[in-house]
């Protein structure tokens, strides 16, 4: 298990100490696990004017999977783009070939009431939401800026899959439906775009070598509305990069915190680079307030995709359900009133729990 350490920016290396921890415990049992650490973002900006320098691009190369912490802060925000923290990010994944994103949304019972929906309809909740995240109108060709035949300035952008991109999507889409409770919604817009046609044609004609699966289809639109009206009722959501970057922000808020949530993305191997859904949170950088929660179940998400040991997986999320049991909150998931631990005692919780 050689693992890249990439702590990035504010609150960055200190969740990220929190998650070493955990790992370190693992490797006292025996886990053969290497860390290498590396620097992304603006600590690499800072180190070596690159926010993807060679240097970690080399260790990323090399190793097993990528943990994140999370890139990004106000001092960097008059740098050209190029050099952006944000930019490393983009970097990193396109380098990496990482064309499958993984968030799961899921509240645990103990924190329904930080969510903006009544609890009855999200306690309880888990969903995984699949994204292309390669692909689609981000990347499609041409686009640009012109002047029209009736002399007026447009912008334009190209909508864009190919059957291949889209089988490898489904094919991720289906394996995590066999792993879980054997459900799959495909989301398009299949009644208005001619991309989506070709998208649900190929995962429909996918869906054969898995009679397993119930597959179901949704515009995107219909899906937008069920995922606040009753999301329980989904289990894997497989779709598009513009539409699962939209659907997954909005999943990520009935959880409530975004202190909770966890990310992978994938590339064809099981290589992985696996991050909280949170930015560096500059306003909380540095005060030992950040959860660190996150971090620690995207962790528990690459010792189930990269290295199958969803043992070790569930043994960190039990180990993260039992200390919210007892009561423990950082700021983000306390509600008001309640008592408020740091990043560091509930590292500390973490791990003995564990
Ligand atoms: P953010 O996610 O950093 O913060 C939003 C709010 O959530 C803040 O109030 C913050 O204190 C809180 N928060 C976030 N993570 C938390 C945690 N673990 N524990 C407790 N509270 C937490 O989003 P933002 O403020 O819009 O962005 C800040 C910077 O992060 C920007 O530079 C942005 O570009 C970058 N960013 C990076 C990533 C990434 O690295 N993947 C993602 C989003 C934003």
Redo the contacts with the bound molecule.
């Keep these: 298990m050689n693992i890249l350490i990439l702590p ?5 290396p200190e ?1 990220m100490a929190q998650a070493i921890r955990v790992l370190e415990k693992f490797k006292t049992e025996g886990l053969p696990i290497t860390l290498t650490h590396g620097l992304l ?2 600590a690499a900006y800072d180190a070596h004017g690159h926010p993807y320098p060679d240097a970690t691009q080399k260790l990323a190369h090399a190793a097993d999977a990528i943990m ?7 001092k ?2 008059t740098l050209p783009r190029a050099m ?3 930019q490393g ?1 983009l970097a990193i994944r396109k380098d990496l070939k990482l064309f499958a994103n993984l968030r799961p949304a899921m509240l645990y019972p103990e924190l329904a009431a930080s969510s903006s929906l009544k609890p009855e309809v999200v306690a309880g909740l888990d969903i995984m939401i699949i994204r292309e995240l390669t692909g689609d109108i981000y990347f499609g060709q041409p686009r640009g800026r012109r002047t029209n035949a009736v002399g007026e300035d447009e912008g334009y952008d190209t909508m864009h899959y190919a059957r291949s991109e889209v089988e490898r999507i489904a094919r991720v889409g289906f394996e995590t439906a066999m792993k879980r409770n054997k459900k799959l919604c495909s989301v398009d817009k299949a009644n208005v775009l001619d991309t989506s046609i070709l998208w649900r044609e190929v995962v429909t004609e996918m869906g054969k070598s898995y009679p397993q699966v119930e597959l179901s289809h949704m515009y995107v639109d219909n899906a937008a509305m069920q995922l606040v009206r009753a999301p329980k009722q989904f289990d894997v959501i497989v779709t598009g990069n513009i539409f699962g970057d939209i659907l997954s922000d909005e999943a990520s808020m009935l959880a409530g ?4 949530l966890p990310s992978a993305s994938l590339d064809a191997n099981g290589k992985g680079l696996y ?10 950088a540095g005060q030992n ?7 620690i179940l995207s962790m528990a998400m690459m010792m189930r995709y990269t290295f199958a040991r969803a043992d070790i997986a569930q043994r960190i999320e039990t180990a993260v359900r039992s200390v919210l049991a007892t009561g423990l909150r ?4 306390a509600l008001p009133g309640e008592p408020v631990v740091g ?1 560091q005692a509930m590292g500390d919780a973490l791990v003995s729990a564990l």
Excluded at 8 to 12: L, N
Excluded at 330 to 333: F, H, K, M, P
């Design positions: 990035g920016d504010g609150i960055g969740i973002g603006g994140l912490g999370c890139v990004g802060g106000p960097y925000d952006r923290p944000e990010l915190s975004i202190g909770m991050e909280p859904i949170h930015g560096s949170a500059p306003d909380i307030r950040a959860n660190p929660i996150a971090t950082t700021g983000d998931i990043t």
